[in-house]
């Protein structure tokens, strides 16, 4: 426009600079976590981890339209302790009367919101001081390891519990104690991580040419532990949903809210099990199941995703020779269907760790990094590698 | 293994220790109500103020809360130095160490079966399924275990108790406190707490014996790829010397460690399953510590538990190193 002139028009130019700058990050975020989707999707388990994960969103998110009754809604409250009918597909709480359909659909949202925004806040804690410990190290490692030695130390559970019992159990409360205390396990993974990355030829040239450690730490550090990120916030907001489902099981959750540990716990003391209501503990106790199982579905399948172990390395060639046909078929034998005998060639990998060798079949998981071997011993490279080399 | 490591490590623990009680001390203190206010809440007729004061001030100090906050720290340190943790707000008002004194050997009846069971059991399947590679003993560890590892301890327990409990009624659900008051070290009492705990330790142990199995089974599977293992097959060992003798002694050293960690839970770890089956334990005494605000109690528990887990930590390195002669400890490779 014309009429910008002058300082209106370079501060103009700096804005439009910046919000670029904030789209393009969000965009390589967005590409990030679609490519991390499509990685998993091709993974056995982690596509049973996600489409059970859509599901449990899908339910948190749409639960008053999907739910059948509001659990919240007291004038919505049937007969006490129904047993399972069309009206009532669950049947109802022995306590309250509240539908327990209605309430698994809505526990799905204390459960999820909490594991999520638990993990979320525990990647971020535990890579910042997991980064800071490995690249800074000296004191600054030291303070952040004694740190986590004393975390370790004292038990999470009754630290937990003294800790609601103080400060009170709304969710912001319970969020914060699971992150001050969960952050530690995760610091010491990037820690050793980081230790091995710093190390590496890029980040002495970045140093070389004088780069601020805050840089290095945001482009170098931070990318190449990303993936180390992800899996291990999957983990943790499993753990963190069990450690929740067993807080609100013993009456120290949020009391408002619905919660799968609560159901569990109310249940057990109104009797459920006297009077034969199986249903009234398994409905919440498949819902903390599923969560559980679906989140450390697509931790582990990102784990043999990312393994660095199942990467091409020098010495597995190597160690092809010292095998004689009887084991390699042996070993074939055993692998999973992923990898199977293609006439003369398989397709697997060998790799050497500290407990000794291993061997690993990598048909299924990274096609283009396999290395080809003959039955009898001698090794051919793929066409693939043919040409990078 | 050196011995100015040995005194470092030993240092760094006591240090350690010393934050844990810092914490533990400050942490609960955030909520402290003034013990005077909730025995003596309102002054009664006829009585003047200065003898209501006098009959606070001498009810907080036999809680150990008069003075500031420095003040009460320094002297729970002293009194920490000697052993006491001081009295708990419990009707009676028993000391601290004499609560956990007992209920500690009712959690340890728990905690240390349910370590053995699944260390031994865990092996054994471990070792099974690795040399049944691939086949069906194999996948169904694995199975097992994507299965366990999802299911909460207290979930299976509380299945446990409704079908075996309630349904079959095979073991009682819920413990008879009788066992507690009555116990005496006769064969009757011993067995009565068995029938009692079969079903608290085993909803704990299938979670551990299928956890030890996976690692038990990767690791020996790590091993009998070396070549030693070769060796010995090809001198014409048998199969069992192959896998006892040469294999699994050396796959050991990743349960050790697992064992170790495991270890230092054992005092904090049942806190749920011992409320499910009304366990007259640590985790019930915490509980209900908790529940009534007993401040001195819920410390006394905390600082008890950190020792615990501080000593267990420190053995087991000690014990790591003695076991494999590669790990040295504190020397620079």
């Known amino acids: 426009m014309k009429t910008i002139q002058g300082q209106d028009q370079e501060f103009a130019t700096k804005i439009l600079s910046v919000l670029k700058k904030i789209g393009i990050t969000c ?333 690993l079949a990598c048909g299924e998981y990274a096609p283009s990094e396999e290395v080809a071997v003959t039955a009898n011993g001698e090794e051919s490279k793929r066409k693939e590698d043919d040409e990078s080399a | 293994m050196k011995t100015s490591y040995v005194i470092k490590r030993i240092l760094l623990t006591i240090f350690i220790f010393f934050i844990v009680v810092t914490l533990c001390f400050f942490i609960p203190r955030i909520g402290v109500t003034d013990p005077a206010s909730r025995y003596y809440p309102a002054q009664s007729a006829g009585m003047t103020d200065e003898v209501y004061e006098e009959i606070k001030e001498d009810i907080r100090i036999q809680y150990g809360l008069n003075g500031t906050t420095f003040e009460q720290y320094v002297r729970y340190l002293k009194q920490l130095f000697k052993g006491d943790l001081g009295i708990s707000y419990q009707s009676g008002n028993p000391k601290v160490i004499d609560c956990i004194a007992e209920c500690l050997p009712w959690t340890l009846v728990l905690s240390v079966t349910n370590l053995l069971i699944s260390l031994i059991l865990g092996i054994i399947i471990g070792t099974m399924a690795a040399w049944k590679r691939g086949r069906w003993q194999d996948k169904a560890l694995l199975n097992a275990s994507t299965v366990t590892t999802a299911l909460p301890s207290f979930f299976i327990a509380l299945l446990l108790s409704f079908y075996l409990g309630f349904e079959l009624e095979l073991f009682p659900a819920y413990t008879d406190q009788n066992m507690v008051t009555g116990f005496d070290w006769s064969w009757q009492a011993i067995s009565t707490v068995m029938y009692n705990a079969a079903l608290p330790i085993f909803s704990m142990a299938i979670g551990g014996i299928v956890s030890y199995g996976q690692s038990t089974r990767n690791s020996v599977i790590a091993v009998s790829g070396d070549e030693f293992i070769l060796t010995a097959k090809a001198k014409g060992l048998s199969n069992n010397r192959v896998i006892y003798g040469h294999t699994l002694r050396n796959a050991m050293l990743p349960i050790v460690t697992q064992f170790g960690m495991n270890i230092s839970g054992l005092i904090g770890g049942a806190v749920v399953i011992e409320k499910i089956f009304n366990w007259n334990g640590m985790g019930t005494l915490f509980l209900t510590a908790n529940s009534n605000n007993d401040y001195p109690l819920m410390m006394g528990i905390m600082i008890f538990m950190s020792a615990f887990a501080l000593v267990a930590n420190l053995l087991t390195d000690f014990v790591y190193s003695l076991l494999d002669p590669r790990v040295t400890l504190g020397e620079k490779r």
Not at chain 1, 90 to 113: E, K, N, P, V, W
Not at chain 1, 118 to 127: D, E, R
Request: glycine fraction near 10%; hydrophobic fraction near 50%; charge should be positive.
């Open chain 1, 27 to 359: 965009l390589r975020i967005l590409e990030g976590i679609w490519s991390f989707i499509k990685k998993l999707w091709k993974h056995k388990q982690g596509r049973v981890g996600l489409i059970i994960v859509a599901l449990l969103v899908f339910c948190a998110v749409f639960a008053p339209i999907i739910a059948p009754y509001n659990p919240y809604d007291v004038t919505q409250r049937a007969e006490k302790g129904l047993s399972p009918s069309w009206d009532h597909l669950l049947g109802t709480s022995i306590t309250t009367g509240q539908d327990i359909f209605s309430m698994l659909i809505y526990g799905a949202r204390s459960s999820l919101s909490i594991g999520l925004i638990t993990g979320l806040v525990i990647a971020v804690l535990g890579s910042l001081l997991g980064i800071a410990a490995g690249y800074i190290g000296g004191w600054v490692d030291t303070i952040i390891m004694r740190i986590v030695d004393i975390l370790l130390v004292i038990p999470t559970l009754p630290l937990v519990i003294v800790m609601t019992n103080v400060l009170g159990t709304s969710y912001a409360v319970i969020v914060l104690v699971f992150a001050a205390f969960g952050w530690t396990g995760l610091a010491r993974v990037i820690r050793s991580q980081v230790m091995l990355i710093k190390n590496a030829n890029y980040v002495k040239a970045a140093e070389l040419i004088g780069a601020s450690k805050w840089y290095i730490m945001w482009r170098h550090i931070l990318p190449a532990v990303s993936n180390l990120l992800i899996m291990s916030t999957a983990l943790t907001s499993a753990g963190i949903m069990v450690a929740e489902a067993g807080l609100s099981f013993l009456g120290l959750g949020n009391p408002e809210a619905v919660s799968w540990g609560k159901m569990l716990a109310d249940a057990q003391s109104s009797g459920a099990m006297l009077f034969g209501h199986w249903w009234s503990i398994l409905a919440p106790g498949i819902g903390i199941f599923l969560a559980v199982f679906s989140f450390m579905r697509i931790g582990l399948a990102m784990e043999e995703i990312l393994n660095p172990r199942m990467r091409k390395g020098s010495s597995m060639v190597k160690v092809f020779k010292h095998l004689n046909n009887k084991y390699l078929e042996e070993v074939f034998a055993s692998m999973d269907d992923g990898s199977k005998l293609k006439g003369e060639y398989a397709t697997c990998s060998i790799n050497e760790t500290p407990e000794g060798r291993e061997m």
